[in-house]
């Protein structure tokens, strides 16, 4: 099945930087889109950005463009989520995710098209 695990969050103040990470392990995940999702106290999980198979394609929620940057590493088996100029709304548990079809061209932005999960890992900006 493969597991995903994620780390680097930790508590930040308002325009720092964080970088989270994502290890696989189990399995190569070199073949799926991965993805980030965060959930905040109190909503619902949202989508944060993706990246193809290959990592020619990546996709942002609004609210993060020009500020994240999703890369990955399959030689390693490693997704990364740096996060810039970090803000008060960016507080949430941030989950990585892998896409539950390989091979795919334009990567999936919604949690409906990912089948493997990580168990979280907490950020938290202060104002």
């Known amino acids: 099945q493969g597991q995903l695990v994620e780390s680097g969050g930790g508590l930040v103040q308002a325009g720092g930087s964080l970088r989270l990470s994502c290890a696989a392990s189990?399995?190569?995940?070199?073949?799926?889109?991965m993805g980030w999702f965060r959930q905040a106290p109190g909503k619902e999980r949202e989508f944060v950005a993706t990246?193809?198979?290959?990592?020619?394609?990546?996709y942002y929620t609004d609210s993060v463009k020009g500020r994240f940057t999703i890369s990955r590493d399959n030689a390693k088996n490693m997704v990364y989520l740096q996060m810039n100029s970090l803000k008060p709304e960016d507080t949430a548990v941030y989950y990585c995710?892998?896409?539950?079809?390989?091979?795919?061209?334009?990567?999936?932005?919604?949690?409906?098209?990912?089948?493997?999960w990580g168990q979280g890992t907490q950020v938290t900006v202060s104002s």
């Open positions: 995710a892998a896409s539950k079809e390989a091979f795919v061209v334009v990567p999936s932005t919604t949690a409906a098209g990912f089948g493997s």
């Open positions: 990246i193809s198979w290959r990592g020619r394609n990546t």
């Open positions: 189990g399995r190569t995940f070199s073949s799926n889109t």
